[in-house]
């Protein structure tokens, strides 16, 4: 039997790659675990710093770093996340964004695995607006509407189709490729509606929508204040600089606001920097974190015609819960690879 020091001079890393996470992360799982990371962050079981940005200048690219400590009863999480963002990259065959979570053993420190990012970082975003859309949005939501036909459009989808009955989705893109390609992918799988449309222009997507998912890179509000209808919950991942911004700064100023972070959006989103910056609200119209409504130190929505609005800017805790959880499934699973470190 091995002694304690044996023990931790093994020294062993594990991989994930991008297939093993998606197998690992199933969505609902993930949003559970999304708001056991919320909570700890509103209780104070969680150390995360504002992100790190390095630019890289010769490639106009940038390199975030986010690290994460979380006290969890499933198991402390102690990550840190590279996201890499460089625009030249599809010019040679290879993604936009590059990115790797690297997991260290919160008893001793010493890395103990990798996880291809981008997936992760897909399927965690949609859990933490499922997690949102749970807790906020109305029970009897049966309409939906995507704005984004990338990969976390997607996410978004599988996610709030995982905690609330959905029949209809409208879709909007500009780019009908994208579209119809989002449509012929998500069709069929399990949770997701047969009536799957493409919205001929913004007002009509969000028109007679429940719930509203933005997740595009827009500088300027994507639908109108007046096109949407009492009582529907929206989630914004998209705008996560404060030249950015998806949802109109009047839906905003009449809406209940939660946020993932309040430091991190206050500092990161146009949604919110801007028309605080006009003078349509102050940062305490934020209502409450999300994990302050995981815990119910706060109610969420009071009644059926509120419009309640998340938004996220993502954050490290995340990403420590969603690969303490693909970790562990992958034992479960006997999925990944090990390699002498």
């Given amino acids: 039997m091995q002694n304690k020091e044996e023990q931790y001079n093994i ?19 993930c949003i559970e675990a ?18 790190t940005r390095i630019q890289i200048p010769s490639q106009n690219a940038v390199s975030i770093f986010m ?3 979380i006290q969890d009863s499933n198991g402390n999480a102690l990550t840190v996340k590279i996201v890499s ?17 690297l997991v260290l053993d919160s ?7 990798l996880l291809e990012g981008n997936s992760l970082t897909a399927i965690r975003t949609g859990a933490g607006s499922g997690a949102a859309t749970d807790l906020l949005a109305r029970e009897d939501c049966k309409i ?5 036909a990338g990969v976390q459009g997607r996410s978004q989808l599988e996610a709030i189709c995982t905690v609330r009955s959905i029949e209809q989705v409208w879709l909007y893109d500009p780019d009908p490729i994208q579209a119809n390609s989002f449509l012929s992918e998500m069709s069929g799988k399990p949770h997701i509606p047969a009536d799957l449309r493409i919205a001929e222009n913004p007002d009509q997507a969000v028109a007679n929508a429940d719930i509203i998912c933005c997740a595009t890179t827009s500088t300027s509000p994507i639908f109108s204040d007046a096109s949407i209808k009492p009582g529907v919950h929206i989630n914004a991942i998209g705008s996560y600089l404060p030249d950015m911004q998806e949802v ?8 209940m606001v939660v946020v993932d972070s309040r430091s991190a959006t206050l500092a990161e989103t146009g949604d919110l920097i801007r028309p605080i910056q006009e003078g349509l609200f102050t940062e305490n119209h934020i209502y409450a974190e ?23 800017v993502g954050l490290a805790v995340q990403d420590a819960m969603a690969a303490q959880l693909a970790l562990s499934n992958s034992e479960l699973m006997n999925i990944g690879q090990t390699f002498p470190f």
Avoid: H, W
């Avoid at 020294?11 to 799982?29: F, S, W």
């Avoid at 963002?85 to 979570?101: E, R, T």
């Avoid at 008893?107 to 695995?113: D, E, F, K, Q, V």
């Avoid at 119910?296 to 996220?312: E, L, V």
């Fill in 11 to 29: 020294k062993i890393m594990k991989i994930l790659t991008g297939e093993n996470v998606v197998k690992a992360l199933p969505m609902k799982e």
């Fill in 34 to 51: 999304m708001k056991r990371g919320y909570a700890a962050l509103a209780c104070g079981k969680a150390d995360v710093p504002l992100r």
């Fill in 67 to 69: 690290p994460a400590y």
């Fill in 85 to 101: 963002l460089f625009p030249s990259n599809p010019k040679i065959g290879i993604s936009l964004i590059q990115a790797a979570v």
């Fill in 107 to 113: 008893t001793t420190g010493r890395p103990i695995a």
């Fill in 144 to 148: 939906a509407a995507i704005f984004g």
């Fill in 248 to 255: 109109p700064g009047a839906t905003i100023s009449r809406a």
């Fill in 290 to 312: 999300l994990g302050e409504i995981v815990l119910g130190s706060k109610p969420g929505r009071t009644n059926a015609t509120q419009i309640t609005y998340f938004k996220s």
